[in-house]
């Protein structure tokens, strides 16, 4: 065995980074914060990259498969006599990847933020923030127990929380962090009591129990039923109702369009490349689970990602923030991941589906992260989120252009970039396994490309905008990451996954298959097309074509209408028809039947007091008249 | 001399002290030397205790002391600790300590008050001390007793209608305990030897089940209306809001917990077959309770009130747990007392130094503070993530162990109960955002607040003792709850033994 013990300091360094800047951050220069941030990451990422050249080549005995294994383990606090919480970490080939996702985007980011970030007021805290965040995404990611990855869960929505709240002086992003994290925590809910079930089913807690084969959850195929579903499948549905929460599933996805308060930074690093797919990496974890006891659970993840990555498609096609299309862009391309998890079988080839969702979350890390700090860039330049306030860019940008550029062509899934490879992979997956969602899928394709497009268009061509500064390239500490991200984007596809990470540790034979490869390559260029035709001039063609739609262009302007709706049911039915009732029940009938009693008795005090008035005479002449009354009862009644 | 009997007689010398103070100075720095020496001994009893429980000592009770005090009742003064009654002594100790910085700048009475608030506390650790049911009784009205008093000259708004109320359902709850304190004790012996008050040798025999039928309800609703049971909550909105800041501490931190200390340690405890046949009627008020508290926390506009009515739902959840009647269930409750006193009473604290700043507790009026008082604003919010069960501080730990211990039962009406309480964890998410939201983030609203200054360093003292309690119970849970457990099991096995059929209602 491997000594893999170093690992702890993964998520140890950030920890300790973050309790260091947040407890003495404000004594020292802010610059100096943001410095021990990056370099801890930076120590990070090497020890990451160390793991990972390890696991997968020079530590892999070639022919056993990758083995789940455990690098550390501690005890945190005993529930039952058969559950114990145990802290620790767990490296698997999902895990490993994860870890290279997560310190390569947060490593960018630090870098990135060193530039966008310098000269804001909460410089220190910000990094101390991302510091946070980065600790819990990796103590999540290296998690031996469902119930540590829902601890980290938690902590990676309030470091969420505390960075799309970053700029707390203003209404909208309080708002924005409030919903993110209300929402979220509603759906952790369903992941808790998911976890309640499965663990009181299965009586553990830790991964590599639940996903062996000959594991207590296996057996849980046959148990009770409720609603035709055995208990197994509406545990697992319920903790994937957590995964949809954080990952901005429909219909809880509501949150990740507002998070685009936060500093863009935060966008790329939380809602873009890493938190927003904990939804996916949680079910790639339990996967064997899905697959071999609760296949209807993994019927309703493969369909809540196919409606959710054409739902987003539809309405990034109309929105006009740049952040917010990037957002529905997360949100479709996740809809992906899920889709393809859940079209996939167990083992060997039948497990293309869960290669191809992991492939897709890595490719997409690099060129979403990448989008999104290209946006950043943007918006640094322009002092607008609006596409309407850009057009011709591409003079004042050349670096953020190409770069955008090559993540266009790689979330369009142009070959030879890597979107092209992981989108081809699930496609194919998909058309082995359902037709409707095959055809979603594709027609998805078609609608990225073209939203995509749009927004490269309208930012960099257009019509030629006259700024009041004139727009200047961002520094280098912000176009480094950018080319370091591009490459990654570009030469990422080129991965041998089916090697590395599968559904059952075992590589498998992959190969592009044409006859879909094809079609959907053309019907990428064809969005492309349509998108240049509509958009690289100025021209009436778009307003006519909302127009042609109609009153659905109108819907998808407005999201189709979730957020009233949600609003509705908040505001509406839990504040007005349950709070409120609930306070004026409590002040009125509740208490109001408590001071009733004190009524009484001090109404009844005063009625009888009188009897206790001191004066001889009156006394007297009760006295007398009662020996009256008793003697006219006894001599004459009685 | 017992260690624990220093618990009521520091208090009490302190108390003495203070009469021969001469201005606030004084009576402060002796309130606060007598209660530092109080937190000392709190810490040293939990080493002590868990020494002797290493070397191998499993007596039930640890540092026990008797001594008969009045003989025709056969009423002693028995004091002992296990491990739940160390860690509500440690509990005790924190507050207390905290309190007595919160309310450092105590200009009006200040002997008065501050001998009032340690007589509060001696009250407190006694009872926690005590294994005769009478001597318990009696520490228990030492302690409701100068709330009256505390509330009725020190509060603020409708300081004597609040003080009357609190007092008044107190003093009902007390009556009802009086009864079923006595009908245990008149029970205590079945085979006609010499009655008993003694907490351990009642639990040695079994009451009739016929006098537990009768006697459970009575108990338990006593000691429940200490711990904020539905509907016998009302008077906590109002004494909370009326009660100067460190009473409001003292009361939601550590009082409360008496109830439902009380009712687990006497109630379920000495009766547990009337636990059994009864629990689902208490079961569905506490469930009541946890999800009604919070919805009524979402609701209000004062910050009192908003705590008042989450201590109203996180008490709730001890009193649930406690009626699970399981290991796990038990424990959970220990930890959510633990927890929800250290966090209430800052709140409470933080509340009260806002208060202290601003003249109002309306968070309409108010918004901006962590601009203006960043360490309040950031202890606030820790507080908030503390309350609203964020992993790392003390209420995840209980909240988690609760759920876990009642999901244990099978059947529906738990599950459904359990789920249901679950969801309370939702909604507190939504009242303690809102709070957060409005009253410290977002543009300043009131410029007057501008000028306003960030905590002193009384305030902080005060304040981060209880966040540094909050955040080692939550990120190392390992140890308290174990000391719990292992005191659990004697409780465990008499009601294990009791026959664990669920009956009543489904």
Same mark, same amino acid.
């Given at each position: 065995?491997?000594?893999?013990?170093?690992?702890?300091?993964?998520?140890?360094?950030?920890?300790?980074?973050?309790?260091?800047?947040?407890?003495?951050?404000?004594?020292?220069?802010?610059?100096?914060?943001?410095?021990?941030?990056?370099?801890?990451?930076?120590?990070?990422?090497?020890?990451?990259?160390?793991?990972?050249?390890?696991?997968?080549?020079?530590?892999?005995?070639?022919?056993?498969?990758?083995?789940?294994?455990?690098?550390?383990?501690?005890?945190?606090?005993?529930?039952?006599?058969?559950?114990?919480?145990?802290?620790?970490?767990?490296?698997?080939?999902?895990?490993?990847?994860?870890?290279?996702?997560?310190?390569?985007?947060?490593?960018?980011?630090?870098?990135?933020?060193?530039?966008?970030?310098?000269?804001?007021?909460?410089?220190?805290?910000?990094?101390?923030?991302?510091?946070?965040?980065?600790?819990?995404?990796?103590?999540?990611?290296?998690?031996?127990?469902?119930?540590?990855?829902?601890?980290?869960?938690?902590?990676?929505?309030?470091?969420?929380?505390?960075?799309?709240?970053?700029?707390?002086?203003?209404?909208?992003?309080?708002?924005?962090?409030?919903?993110?994290?209300?929402?979220?925590?509603?759906?952790?809910?369903?992941?808790?009591?998911?976890?309640?079930?499965?663990?009181?089913?299965?009586?553990?807690?830790?991964?590599?129990?639940?996903?062996?084969?000959?594991?207590?959850?296996?057996?849980?195929?046959?148990?009770?039923?409720?609603?035709?579903?055995?208990?197994?499948?509406?545990?697992?549905?319920?903790?994937?109702?957590?995964?949809?929460?954080?990952?901005?599933?429909?219909?809880?996805?509501?949150?990740?369009?507002?998070?685009?308060?936060?500093?863009?930074?935060?966008?790329?690093?939380?809602?873009?490349?890493?938190?927003?797919?904990?939804?996916?990496?949680?079910?790639?974890?339990?996967?064997?689970?899905?697959?071999?006891?609760?296949?209807?659970?993994?019927?309703?993840?493969?369909?809540?990602?196919?409606?959710?990555?054409?739902?987003?498609?539809?309405?990034?096609?109309?929105?006009?923030?740049?952040?917010?299309?990037?957002?529905?862009?997360?949100?479709?391309?996740?809809?992906?991941?899920?889709?393809?998890?859940?079209?996939?079988?167990?083992?060997?080839?039948?497990?293309?589906?869960?290669?191809?969702?992991?492939?897709?979350?890595?490719?997409?890390?690099?060129?979403?992260?990448?989008?999104?700090?290209?946006?950043?860039?943007?918006?640094?330049?322009?002092?607008?989120?609006?596409?309407?306030?850009?057009?011709?860019?591409?003079?004042?940008?050349?670096?953020?252009?190409?770069?955008?550029?090559?993540?266009?062509?790689?979330?369009?899934?142009?070959?030879?970039?890597?979107?092209?490879?992981?989108?081809?992979?699930?496609?194919?997956?998909?058309?082995?396994?359902?037709?409707?969602?095959?055809?979603?899928?594709?027609?998805?394709?078609?609608?990225?490309?073209?939203?995509?497009?749009?927004?490269?268009?309208?930012?960099?061509?257009?019509?030629?905008?006259?700024?009041?500064?004139?727009?200047?390239?961002?520094?280098?500490?912000?176009?480094?990451?950018?080319?370091?991200?591009?490459?990654?984007?570009?030469?990422?596809?080129?991965?041998?996954?089916?090697?590395?990470?599968?559904?059952?540790?075992?590589?498998?034979?992959?190969?592009?298959?044409?006859?879909?490869?094809?079609?959907?390559?053309?019907?990428?260029?064809?969005?492309?097309?349509?998108?240049?035709?509509?958009?690289?001039?100025?021209?009436?063609?778009?307003?006519?074509?909302?127009?042609?739609?109609?009153?659905?262009?109108?819907?998808?302007?407005?999201?189709?209408?979730?957020?009233?709706?949600?609003?509705?049911?908040?505001?509406?039915?839990?504040?007005?028809?349950?709070?409120?009732?609930?306070?004026?029940?409590?002040?009125?009938?509740?208490?109001?039947?408590?001071?009733?009693?004190?009524?009484?008795?001090?109404?009844?005090?005063?009625?009888?007091?009188?009897?206790?008035?001191?004066?001889?005479?009156?006394?007297?002449?009760?006295?007398?008249?009662?020996?009256?009354?008793?003697?006219?009862?006894?001599?004459?009644?009685? | 001399?017992?260690?624990?009997?220093?618990?009521?007689?520091?208090?009490?010398?302190?108390?003495?002290?203070?009469?021969?103070?001469?201005?606030?100075?004084?009576?402060?720095?002796?309130?606060?030397?007598?209660?530092?020496?109080?937190?000392?001994?709190?810490?040293?009893?939990?080493?002590?205790?868990?020494?002797?429980?290493?070397?191998?000592?499993?007596?039930?009770?640890?540092?026990?002391?008797?001594?008969?005090?009045?003989?025709?009742?056969?009423?002693?003064?028995?004091?002992?600790?296990?491990?739940?009654?160390?860690?509500?002594?440690?509990?005790?100790?924190?507050?207390?300590?905290?309190?007595?910085?919160?309310?450092?700048?105590?200009?009006?009475?200040?002997?008065?008050?501050?001998?009032?608030?340690?007589?509060?506390?001696?009250?407190?650790?006694?009872?926690?001390?005590?294994?005769?049911?009478?001597?318990?009784?009696?520490?228990?009205?030492?302690?409701?007793?100068?709330?009256?008093?505390?509330?009725?000259?020190?509060?603020?708004?409708?300081?004597?209608?609040?003080?009357?109320?609190?007092?008044?359902?107190?003093?009902?709850?007390?009556?009802?305990?009086?009864?079923?304190?006595?009908?245990?004790?008149?029970?205590?012996?079945?085979?006609?030897?010499?009655?008993?008050?003694?907490?351990?040798?009642?639990?040695?025999?079994?009451?009739?089940?016929?006098?537990?039928?009768?006697?459970?309800?009575?108990?338990?609703?006593?000691?429940?209306?200490?711990?904020?049971?539905?509907?016998?909550?009302?008077?906590?909105?109002?004494?909370?809001?009326?009660?100067?800041?460190?009473?409001?501490?003292?009361?939601?931190?550590?009082?409360?917990?008496?109830?439902?200390?009380? =009712? *687990?340690?006497? $109630? %379920?405890?000495? @009766?547990?077959?009337?636990?059994?046949?009864? /629990?689902?009627? #208490?079961?569905?008020?506490?469930?009541?309770?946890?999800?009604?508290?919070?919805?009524?926390?979402?609701?209000?506009?004062?910050?009192?009130?908003?705590?008042?009515?989450?201590?109203?739902?996180?008490?709730?959840?001890?009193?649930?747990?406690?009626?699970?009647?399981?290991?796990? =269930? *038990?424990?959970? $409750? %220990?930890?959510? @007392?633990?927890?929800?006193?250290?966090?209430? /009473?800052?709140? #409470?604290?933080?509340?009260?130094?806002?208060?202290?700043?601003?003249?109002?507790?309306?968070?309409?009026?108010?918004?901006?503070?962590?601009?203006?008082?960043?360490?309040?604003?950031?202890?606030?919010?820790?507080?908030?993530?503390?309350?609203?069960?964020?992993?790392?501080?003390?209420? *995840?730990?209980?909240?988690?162990?609760?759920?876990?211990?009642?999901?244990?039962?099978?059947?529906?009406?738990?599950?459904?109960?359990?789920?249901?309480?679950?969801?309370?964890?939702?909604?507190?998410?939504?009242?303690?955002?809102?709070?957060?939201?409005?009253?410290?983030?977002?543009?300043?609203?009131?410029?007057?607040?501008?000028?306003?200054?960030?905590?002193?360093?009384?305030?902080?003292?005060?304040?981060?003792?209880?966040?540094?309690?909050?955040?080692?119970?939550?990120?190392?849970?390992?140890?308290?709850?174990?000391?719990?457990?292992?005191?659990?099991?004697?409780?465990?096995?008499?009601?294990?033994?009791?026959?664990?059929?669920?009956?009543?209602?489904?």
């Amino acid at each position: 065995m491997i000594d893999y013990t170093y690992t702890l300091l993964i998520p140890l360094i950030p920890l300790a980074v973050f309790l260091f800047t947040g407890l003495a951050g404000h004594k020292m220069n802010p610059k100096v914060s943001g410095l021990i941030g990056t370099t801890g990451l930076f120590a990070v990422t090497i020890l990451s990259y160390l793991t990972a050249i390890r696991y997968f080549w020079t530590d892999h005995l070639h022919g056993s498969g990758y083995q789940a294994m455990k690098a550390f383990e501690i005890e945190w606090l005993h529930l039952t006599e058969k559950l114990t919480i145990n802290l620790g970490v767990l490296l698997d080939p999902i895990s490993v990847m994860m870890l290279i996702v997560v310190s390569t985007v947060s490593f960018m980011v630090h870098i990135y933020s060193l530039g966008y970030m310098k000269g804001e007021r909460g410089f220190a805290r910000f990094f101390t923030f991302l510091s946070l965040f980065s600790f819990s995404m990796l103590g999540l990611v290296l998690a031996t127990n469902i119930f540590q990855m829902y601890i980290f869960w938690e902590l990676v929505g309030v470091s969420s929380f505390l960075l799309i709240g970053f700029y707390y002086e203003k209404p909208s992003a309080v708002a924005a962090s409030k919903k993110a994290f209300i929402v979220t925590r509603f759906a952790d809910l369903g992941f808790l009591i998911g976890i309640l079930m499965l663990s009181f089913m299965t009586d553990t807690f830790d991964f590599r129990t639940l996903v062996s084969p000959t594991g207590p959850a296996m057996l849980q195929a046959g148990s009770a039923t409720f609603m035709g579903l055995s208990a197994i499948t509406w545990a697992l549905i319920f903790i994937f109702m957590g995964g949809a929460g954080k990952s901005a599933m429909f219909p809880l996805h509501i949150w990740l369009p507002d998070a685009m308060e936060g500093p863009t930074p935060v966008s790329a690093l939380i809602h873009a490349a890493t938190m927003v797919v904990a939804g996916v990496y949680l079910v790639a974890r339990l996967f064997p689970v899905y697959s071999m006891v609760a296949p209807d659970a993994l019927h309703v993840v493969a369909w809540v990602g196919g409606l959710s990555s054409l739902f987003a498609a539809i309405i990034a096609c109309t929105q006009t923030d740049i952040k917010r299309v990037l957002a529905y862009s997360t949100m479709s391309q996740i809809g992906y991941m899920m889709l393809a998890l859940g079209v996939s079988g167990y083992g060997g080839h039948d497990g293309l589906g869960f290669m191809a969702g992991n492939f897709h979350l890595f490719t997409h890390a690099m060129f979403k992260a990448l989008l999104f700090l290209g946006a950043g860039a943007i918006i640094h330049a322009v002092h607008s989120n609006d596409m309407r306030d850009m057009g011709g860019l591409r003079k004042y940008l050349p670096i953020t252009h190409i770069t955008f550029l090559i993540a266009c062509l790689t979330i369009a899934g142009i070959p030879p970039l890597s979107g092209f490879f992981s989108k081809d992979e699930i496609l194919v997956a998909a058309y082995h396994h359902s037709m409707p969602l095959f055809i979603i899928e594709f027609a998805v394709a078609g609608l990225t490309a073209f939203y995509m497009f749009r927004l490269y268009y309208s930012i960099f061509w257009g019509k030629h905008t006259h700024y009041h500064h004139t727009p200047h390239e961002a520094p280098a500490t912000m176009t480094i990451p950018l080319m370091i991200l591009a490459f990654g984007a570009v030469f990422s596809g080129f991965l041998p996954f089916h090697e590395l990470v599968t559904s059952d540790g075992l590589p498998f034979e992959a190969h592009i298959n044409y006859g879909i490869a094809i079609p959907s390559v053309l019907i990428g260029v064809l969005g492309i097309v349509v998108a240049t035709l509509m958009y690289r001039k100025e021209t009436a063609v778009p307003a006519k074509m909302a127009g042609g739609f109609g009153s659905f262009y109108t819907w998808a302007y407005h999201k189709f209408y979730m957020d009233e709706v949600y609003l509705f049911v908040t505001k509406k039915i839990l504040f007005n028809l349950v709070s409120r009732p609930v306070a004026w029940f409590d002040r009125h009938i509740v208490d109001g039947f408590m001071n009733l009693i004190a009524r009484v008795i001090e109404k009844s005090s005063y009625l009888i007091k009188g009897l206790q008035s001191g004066r001889i005479q009156q006394y007297g002449y009760v006295f007398v008249t009662g020996t009256i009354v008793l003697v006219i009862i006894f001599v004459f009644i009685l | 001399m017992n260690i624990l009997s220093l618990f009521v007689l520091v208090p009490v010398l302190t108390s003495a002290a203070i009469v021969f103070t001469k201005n606030m100075k004084q009576t402060r720095l002796v309130a606060a030397a007598g209660m530092s020496v109080q937190l000392i001994l709190s810490a040293i009893l939990v080493f002590m205790y868990l020494a002797e429980r290493n070397a191998g000592n499993t007596a039930e009770m640890l540092f026990t002391y008797d001594a008969l005090w009045f003989p025709s009742l056969n009423i002693h003064y028995a004091i002992g600790v296990d491990g739940i009654s160390v860690a509500m002594i440690a509990l005790t100790g924190i507050v207390v300590f905290a309190g007595i910085f919160a309310s450092w700048n105590m200009e009006f009475l200040s002997r008065e008050f501050f001998i009032s608030l340690i007589l509060l506390a001696t009250g407190v650790f006694g009872f926690f001390i005590s294994l005769d049911l009478f001597t318990m009784f009696l520490f228990y009205e030492i302690a409701v007793i100068p709330m009256y008093l505390l509330i009725g000259i020190w509060g603020s708004g409708p300081k004597e209608y609040s003080a009357m109320k609190l007092t008044l359902m107190l003093m009902g709850g007390s009556a009802l305990l009086m009864v079923g304190l006595l009908g245990i004790y008149f029970y205590s012996s079945p085979d006609g030897g010499p009655l008993t008050w003694n907490l351990l040798e009642i639990s040695k025999i079994d009451i009739p089940v016929e006098m537990q039928r009768f006697l459970f309800p009575f108990t338990f609703i006593g000691f429940g209306i200490l711990g904020a049971l539905f509907p016998f909550h009302t008077w906590s909105p109002d004494g909370h809001a009326s009660a100067p800041t460190a009473v409001s501490m003292l009361h939601a931190g550590v009082l409360m917990k008496l109830g439902g200390y009380g =009712a *687990f340690r006497v $109630a %379920i405890f000495l @009766m547990p077959e009337a636990a059994q046949e009864q /629990a689902w009627i #208490f079961l569905i008020l506490t469930g009541i309770s946890v999800v009604y508290g919070a919805f009524g926390a979402i609701w209000q506009k004062d910050l009192k009130y908003i705590n008042a009515y989450s201590s109203v739902s996180h008490c709730g959840l001890v009193l649930f747990a406690v009626l699970m009647m399981n290991q796990t =269930a *038990f424990n959970g $409750a %220990i930890l959510q @007392m633990i927890s929800h006193g250290l966090m209430t /009473a800052l709140f #409470f604290a933080l509340i009260g130094m806002i208060y202290g700043r601003t003249h109002t507790r309306m968070i309409n009026e108010m918004g901006g503070i962590m601009k203006v008082m960043p360490f309040l604003g950031v202890v606030y919010v820790i507080a908030g993530l503390a309350s609203l069960g964020l992993p790392g501080l003390s209420g *995840f730990v209980a909240e988690m162990t609760i759920f876990f211990g009642a999901f244990q039962h099978t059947d529906f009406f738990h599950r459904f109960l359990t789920i249901m309480a679950t969801t309370s964890i939702v909604v507190t998410a939504v009242y303690i955002l809102r709070v957060v939201g409005i009253l410290l983030l977002g543009p300043i609203k009131d410029e007057h607040f501008l000028h306003l200054e960030d905590a002193k360093w009384h305030e902080r003292l005060s304040t981060i003792t209880l966040v540094l309690a909050i955040a080692a119970i939550g990120i190392a849970p390992l140890w308290l709850s174990d000391m719990i457990n292992v005191s659990l099991e004697p409780i465990v096995n008499k009601i294990s033994m009791a026959g664990f059929e669920f009956t009543g209602l489904f």
